[in-house]
């Protein structure tokens, strides 16, 4: 405990002074030895490492799931529009999104040639097919049913 003494009454404490009694801070809280661990940055990047990988096979699952609930949709006289939103839904809702930095970050690179070779797929379905090919080539992208 502590006390602030004033020159002006605050209140009156039983002693009849001019004391305000307070409480001391608690002190921070020890870490475990699993949050010390998980400090460590060897810890960090497997953790990174593990959150990229489960990001992977989460989102190739979706994107079964997504394709199926899709192709249900065009059975059941959906439209391709309507289709392809179920599909971007399903993909979304199924795939991890990594929590940390480390993880987005080993994300983003590991992605990057993928999406690059998905726009490269795109642009030749546009070139080989017209505008067929164009249509074929937004899905690939995943822009379909959106401005460029």
């Avoid at 199926?68 to 971007?88: F, H, M, N, P, V």
């Avoid at 994300?107 to 249509?135: C, F, H, N, Q, T």
């Amino acid at each position: 405990m502590g006390t602030l003494v004033f020159d002006e009454p605050v209140s009156q404490s039983s002693s009849g002074g001019n004391t305000l009694v307070f409480d001391e801070p608690p002190a921070p809280a020890k870490k475990s030895l699993l949050t010390k661990a998980l400090d460590l940055p060897f810890v960090r990047q497997v953790n990174a490492l593990a959150e990229t990988g489960t990001q992977m096979a989460t989102g190739t699952a979706g994107q079964a799931v997504g394709g199926i609930r899709g192709l249900y949709d065009l059975a059941t006289g959906g439209t391709a529009e309507s289709a392809t939103q179920k599909i971007r839904d399903t993909e979304e809702a199924m795939t991890y999104q990594p929590r940390t930095q480390a993880g987005r970050d080993v994300s983003a690179a590991v992605m990057y040639p993928i999406e690059k070779g998905s726009e490269a797929l795109g642009w030749v379905g546009e070139k080989v097919g017209g505008d067929k090919g164009r249509a074929i080539g937004e899905v690939a992208q995943g822009r379909s049913g959106r401005p460029s």
